[in-house]
């Protein structure tokens, strides 16, 4: 036999085992809310080719290629569990397993490595949290089908409606065709109707009412049979605690704004300060996509390095904000056309670090320059350090922090030598190190971080939200802090 009839025979057993986990990974999704993930990355509603290109992936930041042949045998002892609602890391307990000297079997290392969530220990599940986006943009459509996917069993976030200003003929019609298809993010995974006699868009079986209106005061959601909600503003319009208070009416807990806060409206960046979230605080803030994308990195260095003073340079895309050919605009160099030009600009990301670390001592200044492409950015975080370091060790660190640190679903790694920022469009974490350009130099540090502003930003939004509601279920194995 050949080298080449070696490897094709090999990819076929590869393609069979990965499509006997499919069935599985699905049922522990619907039937008891238990996600699985790879390394942080999710296999639920995944096709063969993706199951083995995840596995593939770990090799990025691993070291080695992980093999369905490894992993598949945990996943069988999942279904032999009687698991609660909970995230289960199927890389995390191959390479633990590895590195355990007991002589356990598969079943017996799994069923102590997930002890947390099985039989007295585990959480209950909970009742469906509803959720409400006022605004359908750019970001808004992210969020609408993070939300459609994650639905589950339905015991999760359910997204219950979206209010949106009067758009005439067809509106619903073609809102609906923008969340089916988008230029960057390819089409919808899923099914999509309409009913405009009910003014009601059915994704993926999700009824989601379609409300008109044109300011917050109009509308009382009990009478569409919503309670206790979670709205979700991405129009960016009220951003301090009295604008964004209007939108505390009938059926509307609490208020989660997809820009940054100001005033005493807490900015929140999930993995780093979430986890200060008061119970009884209705009004919050996710930040920027630049402010997710920097703040997790940052503490992971100043946590090991200490971090004296820094400046980030965001290399940004165009957004909606800015023209598409040269027009008046608010801004002095917004209004020139962002298909066209390189773009100088404020950014409010350095600022927001305050909030985000407020016990992070250093200086953080910023700048950005908005660029011609569609989606996804790059900030560079120029740090000094309070001690030296080489390259290798921050290297070496930065990969450990992305694979098994409480920050691995914020911090992605990546060694491959010709990434470019189309490769990161649709990556689920706040940002990416990319080792190849790191640049270190004594007590110097250059981290240059990729990150898709919407789809990584989008992700990072949902997961304040689950924590809110109280769906943010725990992750097995633990991860030590």
């Not at 505390?248 to 960046?269: Q, S, Y």
């Not at 492409?373 to 030296?388: F, G, H, K, M, T």
């Not at 450990?400 to 409480?406: A, C, F, G, Q």
Request: with cysteine; hydrophobic share 40%.
């Amino acid at each position: 036999m050949t080298v080449n009839d070696d490897s094709f025979t090999n990819w076929k057993i590869r393609e069979e085992i990965a499509e006997s986990m499919i069935p599985l990974i699905g049922k522990l999704h619907r039937e008891q809310d238990v996600t699985v993930l790879l390394h942080s990355r999710s296999l639920v509603n995944k096709s063969v080719v993706s199951i083995l290109k995840t596995h593939r992936f770990a090799r990025q930041i691993a070291g080695a290629e992980l093999s369905v042949t490894e992993t598949m045998p945990f996943l069988e002892a999942l279904t032999a569990l009687d698991l609660g609602p909970s995230q289960i890391d199927l890389g995390m307990l191959a390479t633990m397993y590895k590195a355990d000297d007991r002589g356990l079997s598969v079943a017996e290392f799994t069923a102590e490595a997930v002890a947390g969530a099985t039989g007295a220990n585990k959480i209950e599940r909970r009742e469906p949290r509803d959720v409400v986006l006022y605004g359908f943009g750019r970001i808004g459509r992210l969020v609408a089908r993070l939300l459609i996917e994650k639905a589950g069993s339905g015991n999760g976030l359910r997204l219950r409606a979206i209010v949106v200003r009067g758009g005439g003929a067809q509106d619903i019609v073609k809102r609906a065709s923008l969340l089916r298809r988008d230029s960057i993010h390819g089409q919808f995974q899923g099914t999509i109707t309409v009913d405009e006699d009910t003014s009601t868009i059915v994704a993926n079986g999700n009824a989601i009412k379609v409300i008109y209106a044109d300011d917050p005061s109009h509308v009382d959601y009990t009478e569409h049979g919503i309670r206790d909600a979670i709205l979700i503003d991405n129009t960016g319009k009220w951003r301090d605690r009295e604008g964004l208070s209007k939108h505390l009416r009938p059926g509307i807990e609490k208020v989660v704004l997809t820009a940054p806060g100001k005033g005493d409206v807490p900015n929140i960046v999930h993995g780093v300060n979430h986890d200060t979230i008061k119970p009884d605080e209705q009004i919050l803030s996710c930040a920027s996509c630049t402010t997710n994308a920097i703040v997790p990195p940052l503490k992971a260095m100043d946590d090991e390095y200490g971090v004296l003073r820094g400046h980030v340079e965001t290399v940004h895309s165009f957004t909606n904000d800015q023209n598409l050919l040269d027009n008046y605009h608010k801004s002095e160099r917004r209004g020139r056309s962002a298909p066209l030009n390189m773009v100088i600009t404020e950014t409010g990301a350095a600022s927001a670090v305050a909030k985000a670390l407020p016990d992070l001592k250093a200086k953080i200044s910023g700048s950005s320059i908005r660029v011609p492409v569609p989606d996804v950015s790059i900030a560079i975080l120029n740090l000094q350090l309070a001690r030296e370091a080489t390259r290798e060790e921050v290297h070496d660190y930065l990969r450990e922090v992305s694979l098994t640190s409480p920050l691995k679903r914020q911090i992605d790694f990546i060694t491959a030598p010709d990434a470019v920022s189309s490769d990161f469009i649709g990556s689920r974490h706040a940002s990416i190190v990319d080792a190849g350009a790191l640049k270190v130099d004594g007590d110097n540090a250059i981290l240059y971080l990729w990150y898709d502003n919407e789809f990584g930003y989008s992700c990072q939004v949902v997961r304040v939200v689950q924590h809110v509601s109280g769906v943010e279920y725990p992750t097995y194995p633990a991860t030590a802090v």
